[in-house]
Nanobody
Framework: QVQLVESGGNLVQPGGSLRLSCAASGFTLNGNAVGWFRQAAGKEREFVLCLDNSNGQTYTSHAVKGRFGISRDIAKNQMYLQMDSLEPEDTAVYYC???????????????????WGKGTLVTVSS
């Protein structure tokens, strides 16, 4: 059974950092593009970051550029989202996702990928 499970969501103060993890099972992240999305209350899901397996590049939304980073550990079959300089506007449910096409085209332009986690809540507040 294909599954992605996020962890690490928490309450953090503005300016703080947080690292989210996403464990994959039932398939390997190797060969997949991997990405993170988020959805704030009352808003649509939005693209955050994607690591493209075909060219090794990372695509980042303007809202988090310079503050967030994505990485992947093939041996552990996990991906990570490192979030620094957090702002209240970053409060959202964060979802990890993977795409068997290997590139970030659908993620960036259609907010679509093949496999999705159920999300973890990040709250940025003092």
């Amino acid at each position: 059974q294909v599954q992605l499970v996020e962890s690490g969501g928490n309450l953090v103060q503005p300016g703080g950092s947080l690292r989210l993890s996403c464990a994959a099972s039932g398939f390997t992240l190797n060969g997949n593009a991997v990405g993170w999305f988020r959805q704030a209350a009352g808003k649509e899901r939005e693209f955050v970051l994607c690591l493209d397996n075909s060219n090794g590049q990372t695509y980042t939304s303007h809202a988090v550029k310079g503050r967030f980073g994505i990485s992947r550990d093939i041996a552990k079959n996990q991906m990570y989202l490192q979030m620094d300089s957090l702002e209240p506007e970053d409060t959202a449910v964060y979802y990890c996702a993977a795409d068997s096409h290997g590139n970030c085209m659908r993620a960036q332009f259609l907010n679509m990928m093949d496999y999705w986690g159920k999300g973890t809540l990040v709250t940025v507040s003092s």
